[in-house]
């Protein structure tokens, strides 16, 4: 039997919710990122901002560096912006869109996108992303993802826990667009932007 490597996070159902420790650094020397590790301290995944100048995409990478999903922004002049989130790095179809919301208590909304028989669960976030503190409901209003602050640590550490049922890459994936959405400065756009 080959051993698996040490990811930390399975996308499987778990019994447990998933518990990540996301920080706002890459590992990369020069570079913009997030360096995201499980609940045992190992890394789980990671985002580098190399490959794009103005942070427009950035590619959410499991601990081995295999792309999960790639992040989009699409800019539209009287829409306001959206962010397409892809499968790896296939960019033709995307398989989620998120899009801010100015309505209550509601920032942003994860809209699956069709094309398979089975319709993918859709999402809407509420809270601050600012403050790290904000949750992502079902269609149902059940809590299935959370963005909490870590203990005195300020904004650049925190914690994404996941229900299990949930994608953790997607949950990671929509904290990687509400970061280019609502941080500021945004950690994945250039130094220069």
């Known amino acids: 039997m080959v051993p698996r490597p040490v990811s930390a996070v399975t996308e499987r159902a778990a019994e447990a919710p998933t518990t990540l ?6 590992l990369l020397f020069d570079c913009k ?10 890394l789980a995944y990671r985002v580098d901002s190399y490959a794009s100048e103005t942070g427009d995409e950035v590619v ?10 790639t992040v989009r922004r699409k800019r ?3 829409q306001g912006d959206q962010w397409l989130v892809f499968a790896g790095e296939e960019t033709r179809r995307p ?3 998120i899009r801010r919301s100015g309505r209550g208590k509601t920032m942003a909304h994860v809209t699956a996108c069709g094309g ?12 601050s ?21 870590k203990e005195v640590v300020g904004t650049d550490v925190f914690r994404l826990v996941v229900q ?4 953790v890459s997607l949950a990671m994936a929509v904290v990687v667009a509400l970061e280019q959405m609502f941080a500021r400065p945004s950690l994945l756009r250039s130094w220069s932007t």
């Open 164 to 167: 299990p049922g949930v994608g």
């Open 21 to 26: 420790t996301v920080w706002r650094k890459s």
């Open 33 to 42: 990122g997030f360096t995201v590790f499980d609940a045992k301290g190992n």
């Open 60 to 69: 959410l990478m499991d601990a081995a560096g295999r792309p999960t999903f």
């Open 116 to 127: 398979d028989a089975s319709p993918s669960p859709s999402y809407e976030v509420e809270g």
């Open 95 to 97: 398989v989620y869109t």
């Open 129 to 149: 992303y600012a403050q790290r503190c904000c949750v992502v409901y079902d269609a149902e209003r059940r809590a299935v993802a959370e963005v909490r602050p």
């Open 76 to 78: 539209f002049s009287l």
